[in-house]
């Protein structure tokens, strides 16, 4: 009987070291999003203007917009109007995605958009906000549901 005990006890531990090596390893948002980004669904301040594959599009130019993350600091990015713009992306933090030093200069910003990053990305979805209005659109502040591929 003691024998049995000690043989339930040694496979009762191998059975916790081996279940504590499985679990998976969470890839950092910064790898997350180092992907070309298309628009899946996109929302003007309340209004849906645009959903991948609808007919009744209100601007059915997000069909042109990418979001190229794949190199590590410099970003490629195509607006709805198809209006290219390049500069560098950062992440601060895990929350906020910066595009900086854009060429051609976006309409009504100094060369930066700032997009909030919510909820933490997936290897093929990835929401984000603009935190300011888009002079484009509107004034509006603008959501965008992107994926990939």
């Known amino acids: ?26 890839k950092p948002v910064s790898e997350l999003i180092a992907k070309v980004w298309s628009a899946q669904k996109v929302e003007e301040g309340s209004a849906v203007v645009f959903t991948k594959g609808a007919a009744n599009n209100v601007r059915a130019g997000y069909t042109n917009f990418r979001l190229d993350l794949t190199n590590a600091t410099t970003v490629s990015y195509r607006d709805w109007d198809n209006t290219s713009f390049s500069g560098q992306w950062e992440l601060q933090g895990d929350t906020r995605l910066v595009l900086k030093n854009l060429t051609p200069v976006p309409t009504g ?23 300011t209005g888009n002079q484009k659109t509107g004034g509006t502040v603008n959501k965008y549901t992107l994926s990939n591929p």
């Open 1 to 26: 009987m003691k024998k049995l005990n000690y043989i339930l006890i040694a496979l009762s531990f191998i059975c916790m070291a081996n279940c504590s090596g499985c679990k998976t390893k969470v």
């Open 109 to 131: 910003t100094t060369g930066t958009i700032e997009f909030t990053i919510s909820p933490t990305p997936t290897e093929t979805e990835f929401i984000i906000t603009r935190t």
